[in-house]
């Protein structure tokens, strides 16, 4: 009998702790974060050590940007359990946020062990710890919007240079499907070229053909354009070969890349000639001109470079000659591989890098190196990278917008490499509106707005004023949620989503619904189960408003009535509504209120239905449902 007993209380336990982990987990749903940890932690008192209280509460904290609680609870997943990579995460950048770079080193480290091929660790340096920055964080003071080109194939696409309204890209998609490259088994790339025009602010792209020449595309590869300021000469990367175009090897076998001009010759590009810049045993290639053309910029992987391919500077002479190649440095290159320059208008350096903090493989990033010698390349992060590569970065900027095209093998696209244009530009909005109360419309002061972003994230909090008016300022394409709250009120909550519209105003006025309306708590209908009288998870979630009211007014008395469908005996309903008016009651006072702050539960039965469905009446189960309920009234 014993055993039986303790068998039972046992059931009963793990029930109830069940039970605060399923509201817990609604109020967390529902940005209830901090109701949420009072759950959590009840459970967790109650013996619940599992992961999904601890992380849960780890996120809580986490996302009102509580960083010394949200790493204390992380701390005790992360020592009992195997955790999911994303929390770990979160621990980490806890760590980090509270500056506890030493704890987040051991943890990075551990992190790596498990997920090697996460884009945010790879090429982790622990002595950079402190500097370390998730740049899969897009840039929330800009509006981007990134779009896979309709010019793209399902081979590779890549590489963009504009002039004159045509683009300029190579694909391996030419017409010889039938000889491939080793390296990735597509067909060898060709020069194409394609006019777009602008209507109703997009671009319309007409039919992708090879680039307007004779000799340029030959059986091997050709990419990266750049074409000088009048149109007369471009710059093109081919694979070395001979003068009856075959492949040109060294003596150890390998074909190297190599820079050539031609010039535009009534509309079509001719006279092709190689730079006295290129070498038979290394590879030069990729050209950029600076502004005012009168520097090339390239990449080679020639002897004395710091890296496996370097980024190059020539001063660009006369009858065809150039200067003495330069090697930018170590503020730019690195022991790995740096390419694909571009200068915008504005003498920025655009390239892509796999030798510094990134994303994963190639990074693209910004460096303001031509003006300033000693300036460190910035990495552009997300969404123009990602864990795979990134490259071919073209930009036109005017003050407020920066608009243009860059490449990636990320995944999503048509094909290998595939081609993106992006519009990036400062973008910001307003969220305003007035408080008010939902039934008299009377302004309500003081009320706690918090603006939530997509992942969950507090990200502010204001208080209605004096008029009830409060206002946000937010930024374009996002998503946000509104959260309101006020004493003797319901929570209130609502998605906002912006567009692109620069410094629109988006009205939203707020109608909080009163708790108290005469002598009743007024919540949304308890309801049970047929035939039941445990309270459910979205009963429970109700009864908290009526916790929060006994809670903030100490001397309130209440009294609680239940009611039943007319489906049973009248005798047996009678009662089932006592049994779940004591329910009720019992979870009022589980939550620490005192017992003799009710006066009375009380059920009727089915004495007083809402609707037809007495005896003998077909109804459907929702219209049960609906006399299936609790009321709370108010005796002082």
């Known amino acids: 009998m014993k055993t039986n007993f303790l068998i039972i209380l046992l059931v009963f336990t793990i029930g109830t702790v069940s039970a605060q982990k399923k509201l817990a987990d609604k109020f967390f749903s529902n940005y209830g974060y901090v109701k949420a940890t009072e759950l959590y932690k009840k459970a967790f008192d109650d013996g619940d050590e599992s992961e999904h209280v601890l992380t849960r509460l780890g996120d809580c904290y986490y996302n009102n940007s509580n960083s010394e609680k949200a790493a204390y609870w992380y701390s005790k997943a992360v020592n009992k359990f195997d955790i999911d990579t994303e929390h770990l995460y ?121 680039i307007s020449a004779s000799e340029i595309n030959s059986d091997y590869h050709e990419a990266t354009v750049a074409i000088s300021n009048d149109g007369k000469t471009m710059y093109f990367t081919r694979d070395n070969v001979t003068r009856k175009n075959k492949l040109n090897f060294d003596k150890k076998g390998t074909t190297h890349l190599k820079i050539y001009k031609a010039t535009l010759i009534d509309g079509n590009w001719e ?216 004493p003797d009120y319901k929570k209130y909550h609502k998605d906002i989503l912006t567009n692109l519209e620069k410094e629109k105003v988006n009205d939203h006025n707020i109608y909080l619904q009163s708790l108290i309306i005469g002598n009743q708590i007024l919540i949304n209908p308890i309801f049970f189960d047929y035939d039941k009288w445990n309270i459910r998870t979205d009963a429970e979630y109700e009864l908290e408003n009526v916790v929060d009211i006994l809670r903030l007014k100490p001397d309130m008395v209440i009294k609680i009535e239940s009611h039943t469908d007319s489906r049973g005996k009248d005798s047996y309903n009678l009662k089932l509504s006592n049994r779940r008016a004591k329910s009720t009651r019992d979870y009022i006072i589980s939550r620490g209120i005192n017992a003799e702050r009710i006066e009375s539960s009380i059920g009727f039965g089915e004495s007083q239905l809402l609707n037809k469905c007495t005896n003998g009446v077909k109804c459907t189960p929702e219209e049960h449902q609906i006399n299936r309920r609790s009321y709370f009234y108010i005796v002082k």
């Open 90 to 210: 979160r621990y980490i950048q806890s760590l980090k946020s509270i500056g506890n770079y030493t704890e987040a080193d051991v943890w990075t480290k551990k992190f790596i062990e498990n997920q090697n091929n996460d884009s945010r660790v790879r090429d982790y340096d622990s002595d950079n710890l402190s500097e370390y920055k998730d740049l899969n964080a897009v840039n929330e003071s800009l509006s981007i919007s990134i779009e896979n080109l309709p010019i793209n194939s399902e081979f590779s696409d890549f590489g963009s240079f504009i002039y004159d309204n045509r683009l300029y890209f190579a694909s391996s998609r030419g017409l010889d499907k039938t000889k491939k490259y080793g390296w990735n088994k597509e067909p060898f790339l060709d020069l194409f070229q394609v006019s777009f025009e602008e209507k109703d602010s997009k671009l319309e792209f007409g039919i992708s053909n090879l």
């Open 271 to 486: 006279n092709i000639k190689e730079l006295s810049i290129n070498d038979e045993v290394y590879s030069t290639g990729h050209p950029a001109l600076s502004p005012d053309n009168k520097k090339l910029f390239f990449v080679s992987d020639r002897k004395g470079g710091i890296g496996q391919t370097d980024i190059y500077e020539v001063d660009i002479l006369e009858n065809n000659k150039f200067s003495t190649p330069k090697n930018l440095g170590s503020k730019v290159n690195t022991e790995g591989r740096e390419m694909f320059p571009f200068i915008s208008k504005d003498s920025i350096l655009y390239f892509s890098s796999d030798g510094r903090l990134n994303l994963g493989l190639l990074d693209i990033f910004k460096s303001d190196f031509i003006k300033d010698s000693i300036a460190e390349p910035e990495n552009l992060g997300a969404p123009f990278n990602s864990g795979y590569d990134d490259f071919a970065f073209f930009g036109m900027s005017d003050k407020e917008n920066l608009t243009g095209y860059f490449s990636s093998n990320r995944p999503g696209g048509k094909g290998n490499d595939d081609i993106y244009s992006f519009n990036a530009f400062e973008c910001s909005q307003m969220i305003t509106g007035i408080a008010m109360d939902s039934i008299s419309n009377l302004v309500l002061a003081d009320v706690s707005i918090k603006l939530i972003n997509k992942a969950g994230k507090v990200i502010n909090q204001v208080k209605s004023n004096e008029n009830g008016e409060y206002y946000f300022e937010v930024n374009c394409n996002q998503q946000y949620t509104v959260l309101a709250e006020k």
